[in-house]
């Protein structure tokens, strides 16, 4: 039976590497077997130690910061950055890749949470990566406040224009359907059991008057004149005169709650953050963020029994723990539940059960086959250019990263029975095969650099092959450096025959120290690159 007991012994290669791939995208087979000697709290505790992205800012492509903050106000930017560049994504990007913690997977996952899109100027874009960020150790409640007073989300979902004497129901709409306490079953008309269409009537009333104005909150300089006292990130302003100062009557979802307008700009704050209060002391908001909680990082089916022994259990803790996330995901994470340990079968329902999604297998390829990269601050322009790829290859796959298909978020996420399943289409399956790993043996070069996977040099060097003349030991060793687990049988036999070729083991073990004594690659990197190919292009690569 499902439980959230926690697994207490040291985690194994395997387990480390389950744990890793779920919650960051920088995984390296050193990282792997640093972490297979950690027990699971001691894994989490390095996960969740956070830092500052490297530069803490996106650059132009000459290195200069093309965004001002609060902690960094003068820019130079020369190149005067057009507005509708993505380097804001690039920088996001590679900072995610670069760190070994789950604050980006988290971060990512909060996006999923609080939809926007990347379609306004690259600093509101910014603004919003970063308000994500910073909440990544915090309270989904307090985001639910922040997150409606934000620029980029003021705009995507037309609160902006939501005033007394026209009002917008947009925001406190998509707020309550898919942002916080979500649908439940419609039992009658306008009644979907969680809330009603008069409930989106009221919450629409309390949203009125936050909004922004445009010459201020969405100029790259001016918008630095209204920050939240907190984050330190831009905000929204209140306009007294467009709020519905009237109290708000909420229906028997919510216990028949009246919520006091407010007549001034605290009282008005406070208004909201009455109605964020309701919401979030509802169970059924728990409940909600916790079951995308376990979709996200251990599986998409949930059973009767996983909805009674994993999903209540830490809706009433993340409830009680005022909605801050990372204790309940702790929780999870720690759990023989999510090291699939509670039966006799281990390992046969949880650990490569989820498809990557395109990002992460970009991102996971990338440092699994330590793909040589200069500092973004030393050549920003090259690696704006690799993560374009990213984007683009991504956006093709069915995930246009920062900027979902709808309100609704991407497929792979949102769209039920199938959520991560729907990643894996006739076209997507064809960019994911043809679209990663060859580009980057035949190399790509922008702004004089040259990312490529020099693969042999990599066998050799980087510690990681036992003995690499043994072609029945280095094809198991990059089985398990890519895979969830190494085939066997015919399997396995498939990746040594690809390999091989043709060629004996005695000649590859010739081959391999004729590589090793004279340096010439040629007749060693033909059969890795080879195998590695296959490797990515295989089913069991595009699952974690």
Request: charged content about 15%.
């Amino acid at each position: 039976m499902p439980s959230l007991t926690p697994k207490t012994n040291v985690l194994g290669f395997s387990n480390a590497y389950h744990l890793l791939r779920r919650t960051t995208y920088n995984i390296t087979k050193a990282k792997i077997t640093e972490f297979s000697t950690k027990t699971p709290t001691e894994a989490i505790m390095a996960l969740f130690t956070f830092t500052t992205p490297n530069p803490p800012s996106p650059l132009n492509n000459i290195g200069e910061t093309i965004i001002p903050t609060a902690a960094n106000s003068t820019i130079t930017d020369t190149q005067a950055t057009a507005n509708n560049v993505r380097n804001d994504l690039y920088w996001w990007l590679y900072s995610a890749l670069k760190d070994p913690s789950a604050q980006h997977k988290i971060a990512f996952f909060l996006h999923l949470l609080f939809i926007t899109d990347d379609n306004t100027s690259f600093w509101t874009n910014y603004d919003y990566k970063e308000l994500l960020r910073f909440h990544v150790n915090g309270s989904l409640k307090d985001l639910a406040v922040r997150v409606t007073q934000n620029p980029r989300m003021l705009t995507y979902l037309n609160n902006n224009v939501n005033q007394n004497t026209s009002p917008n129901q947009n925001y406190a709409r998509e707020f309550l359907e898919l942002f916080t306490i979500l649908k439940g079953p419609q039992i009658a008309t306008g009644n979907y059991t969680n809330y009603t269409e008069t409930d989106v009537q009221q919450a629409a009333r309390v949203l009125t008057g936050f909004s922004l104005t445009s010459a201020i909150h969405l100029d790259k300089t001016a918008r630095l004149t209204s920050l939240d006292p907190v984050t330190s990130l831009p905000r929204g302003e209140v306009k007294i005169n467009r709020h519905d100062t009237g109290n708000k009557t909420f229906t028997g979802a919510f216990g028949g709650q009246i919520i006091t307008g407010g007549t001034t700009e605290a009282t008005i704050k406070d208004e909201l953050q009455n109605f964020v209060n309701m919401i979030f002391n509802q169970d059924e908001t728990a409940k909600a963020y916790c079951r995308r909680i376990y979709r996200y990082f251990v599986g998409r089916e949930i059973t009767t029994e996983i909805e009674t022994d994993i999903i209540v259990p830490l809706a009433t803790a993340l409830k009680a723990d005022n909605y801050n996330i990372l204790p309940t995901l702790a929780t999870l994470l720690k759990s023989k539940h999510f090291y699939d340990e509670e039966d006799a079968i281990v390992g046969d329902q949880i650990i490569g059960s989820l498809v990557r999604n395109p990002v992460e297998l970009y991102l996971h390829m990338f440092s699994l086959l330590n793909l040589q990269m200069p500092l973004y601050s030393a050549n920003p322009s090259a690696i704006h250019s690799l993560m374009n790829v990213v984007n683009t290859y991504s956006s093709n796959a069915g995930m246009p990263i920062f900027r979902p298909q709808s309100v609704n978020g991407y497929s792979g996420y949102s769209s039920s029975p199938n959520y991560d399943k729907n990643w894996i289409t006739t076209s997507s399956l064809r960019i994911r095969y043809t679209n990663t790993i060859d580009y980057l043996i035949n190399g790509l070069t922008y702004n004089g650099f040259n990312f490529k996977l020099n693969n042999a040099a990599f066998v050799k060097d980087s510690g990681y092959f036992s003995n690499p003349g043994n072609a029945d030991i280095l094809v198991t060793e990059f089985l398990q450096m890519m895979f969830v687990e190494v085939p066997d049988g015919d399997r396995y036999n498939y990746f040594k025959t690809i390999f091989l070729n043709n060629l004996s083991p005695t000649n590859w073990l010739n081959e391999w120290n004729n590589y090793i004594n004279t340096g010439v690659i040629t007749n060693v990197k033909i059969p890795i690159d080879r195998l590695l190919k296959a490797i990515i292009k295989s089913p069991e690569f595009q699952i974690i």
